[in-house]
């Protein structure tokens, strides 16, 4: 299985549809779909999958390996993730 394109990704939501792009600039996806808001917030989901994930496998490994606490990096990490998922970031 080939693997994503390496992120982090961002949001061109500047037009309809919003896009995903890479940091090369290419497009990574876009967001048909109800235009708006709803679009938006999709594409803010998608790109930050790279962030979630990355953030998701540390937290695991770190839950199945090491001492969980104290771990305020990984926290941060993952408060950072969700964040960019919602657009706060």
């Given at each position: 299985m080939a693997g994503h394109t390496p992120g982090p990704w961002s949001t061109d939501l500047s037009k309809y549809p919003p896009k995903v792009i890479s940091p090369t600039g290419a497009d990574v996806a876009t967001c048909w779909g109800p235009a708006g808001p709803q679009a938006r917030s999709n594409a803010r989901l998608q790109a930050a999958a790279p962030d979630l994930l990355a953030a998701c496998q540390r937290a695991a490994f770190q839950l199945t390996n090491?001492?969980?606490?104290?771990?305020?990096d990984i926290y941060r990490e993952l408060r950072a993730a969700v964040r960019k998922a919602r657009g706060e970031s």
């Open positions: 090491g001492p969980i606490w104290p771990r305020d």
